[in-house]
Nanobody, 125 residues
Framework: QVELVESGGRLVQAGGSLRLSCEVS????????VGWFRQAPGKVREVVAS?????????YAGSVKGRFTISKDASAGSTVYLQMNSLNPEDTAMYYC?????????????????WGQGTQVTVSS
């Protein structure tokens, strides 16, 4: 069993920055990759970024590449971050983190076993 808790979402103006945090706990968490996802009202949930537990491999959706950075706590901690810069209103969504037991780097929404409750990001124009 793995638990994930997101935090950091809030209202921000266009052009601003936010850092989301995902605290991961449970058994054998090092066997998992972690992804950040978002879902806007009326839209399908989409993958934003993902990272292998060792932090050496990352993936970004085209819409966020160059603006968002996913990283993992460099210490022995279990927190995965999503640094979001140059935010625009199209980034408004509920953001979720999730864990998938895999040695590969996930690039889709499929196969994630555990999900957090989400944190709301709203970007005003």
């Amino acid at each position: 069993q793995v638990e994930l808790v997101e935090s950091g979402g809030r209202l921000v103006q266009a052009g601003g920055s936010l850092r989301l945090s995902c605290e991961v706990s449970g058994r054998a968490v090092s066997d998992y990759a972690v992804g950040w996802f978002r879902q806007a009202p009326g839209k399908v949930r989409e993958v934003v970024a993902s990272i292998r537990w060792n932090g050496l491999s990352t993936y970004y959706a085209g819409s966020v590449k160059g603006r968002f950075t996913i990283s993992k706590d460099a210490s022995a901690g279990s927190t995965v971050y999503l640094q979001m810069n140059s935010l625009n209103p199209e980034d408004t969504a509920m953001y979720y983190c999730a864990a998938k037991r895999t040695v590969l780097l996930p690039t889709t929404t499929g196969g994630f076993d555990y999900w957090g409750q989400g944190t709301q990001v709203t970007v005003s124009s």
